[in-house]
T-cell receptor
Framework: QKEVEQDPGPLSVPEGAIVSLNCTYSNSAFQYFMWYRQYSRKGPELLMYTYSSGNKEDGRFTAQVDKSSKYISLFIRDSQPSDSATYLCAMSATGNNRLAFGKGNQVVVIP | DTGVSQDPRHKITKRGQNVTFRCDPISEHNRLYWYRQTLGQGPEFLTYFQNEAQLEKSRLLSDRFSAERPKGSFSTLEIQRTEQGDSAMYLC???????????????FGPGTRLTVT
């Protein structure tokens, strides 16, 4: 079993819709949770960073962490065509060493 | 530009050749990480440095791979006797390493895309 599971299936939504992405994980030591956005052939760009359980909101983006279920989510409200990218979840145990990534979700927002 | 930079951006090499990549982290960051990403997968951790000390290496880092950060600033990743399976995007990231939230955020460079023919 991989440490981080993320259904890589492409997701197509109309402009303005809410995008919902999620990851599950098996390592109960993970405490730091991140979401990255990656455009084709570019490096990942940090979107959201959360420590432990709870919600965090930043503009149109909301990250949720449920450590009891080992489940994290990212919501994108009022999606725009410029949000079309691959979204990667990542997590680490101590915050200051390696990140374990999911496979990534390809999102396409249709104008 | 004060982000993480990597050089070269693309490298095509023949099997058996050696290649070296360079990463320049964000200037005040003392932690530097290398990851490898293949098509359709998330990045996989290879190794990381705190200043010039290499603190952790993944099992993915075979003896053909070596990384250095001689003065605690830029880092190099060398692959000897390249194989077709080494074809991937090699990503570098850095963080400030300061205790607590923002210090742990890892910022990635644009990557070096390696193609082994």
């Amino acid at each position: 079993q991989k440490e981080v599971e993320q259904d890589p299936g492409p997701l197509s939504v109309p402009e303005g819709a809410i995008v919902s992405l999620n990851c599950t994980y098996s390592n109960s030591a993970f405490q730091y949770f991140m979401w990255y956005r990656q455009y084709s052939r570019k490096g990942p760009e940090l979107l959201m960073y959360t420590y432990s359980s709870g919600n965090k909101e930043d503009g149109r983006f909301t990250a949720q962490v449920d450590k009891s279920s080992k489940y994290i989510s990212l919501f994108i409200r009022d999606s725009q065509p410029s949000d079309s990218a691959t979204y990667l979840c990542a997590m680490s145990a101590t915050g200051n060493n390696r990140l374990a990534f999911g496979k990534g979700n390809q999102v396409v927002v249709i104008p | 530009d004060t982000g993480v930079s990597q050089d070269p951006r693309h490298k095509i090499t023949k099997r058996g050749q050696n290649v070296t990549f360079r990463c320049d982290p964000i200037s005040e960051h003392n932690r530097l990480y290398w990851y490898r990403q293949t098509l359709g997968q998330g990045p996989e951790f290879l190794t990381y440095f705190q200043n010039e000390a290499q603190l952790e290496k993944s099992r993915l880092l075979s003896d053909r791979f070596s990384a250095e950060r001689p003065k605690g600033s830029f880092s190099t990743l060398e692959i000897q006797r390249t194989e077709q399976g080494d074809s991937a995007m090699y990503l570098c990231a850095s963080s400030s390493g300061l205790a607590g939230g923002p210090g742990y955020e890892q910022y990635f460079g644009p990557g070096t895309r390696l193609t082994v023919t």
